[in-house]
């Protein structure tokens, strides 16, 4: 129940908790409700910042949030991908398919990958597994990572 959802608290709620909140708690309280009061007003400022871009400018940000998100999703740097990525023959860890051929987008949109190859890991552990093509990532977590599951579906093609 945000007010950016539409949905309020009652009167009741919100003495309460009025009455009963640090001043450390009023403020946090405070501060989430004024990220959703100017939420529209924050995005157009977002968006006018990215349109303003040169493609030269775009392409820096890119590789800059690409890199922040695997140092924090995945605790490598763009340095140990591209040694995993040397290690591996610059080949996908499954398909044996070169990172030369596999066809990237030209202007990658937002989430879409912008190298040949994707980070794999294990959804439990977060341990880094190896470097796949986005054709086998994506089958493999069509599977759930899932060992018992991929036999059935070696026998089911051998069938």
């Known amino acids: 129940m945000t007010p950016g959802e539409g949905n309020y608290l009652p009167l009741s709620v919100i003495l309460w908790y009025n009455n009963h909140m640090n001043k450390q708690e009023k403020k946090r309280l405070a501060n989430r409700l004024d990220y959703y009061k100017h939420k529209e007003k924050r995005l157009e400022t977002q968006r006018r910042y ?3 871009l040169s ?12 890199e922040r998100h695997a ?8 340095e140990m991908y591209h040694d995993m990525c040397t290690e591996q023959g610059d080949m996908c860890r499954i398909c044996k398919k070169h990172k030369n051929d ?3 987008p030209d202007k990658p949109r937002q989430g879409q990958q912008s190298r ?6 294990c959804h439990e552990t977060h341990k ?4 796949l093509c986005g ?3 994506t089958a493999l977590g069509g599977f ?5 599951l991929l036999r059935t579906a070696i026998e089911y093609l051998e069938g």
């Open 50 to 52: 990215k349109k303003s």
């Open 55 to 66: 493609p030269e400018q775009k392409e820096k940000k890119r590789k800059q949030d690409r």
């Open 71 to 78: 140092l924090k999703k995945y605790g490598i740097t763009e």
């Open 102 to 104: 596999i066809p990237l």
């Open 116 to 121: 040949a190859f994707v980070i794999d890991h």
């Open 128 to 131: 880094v597994r190896g470097l």
């Open 135 to 137: 054709k086998c990532n």
């Open 144 to 148: 759930n990572d899932d060992v018992g």
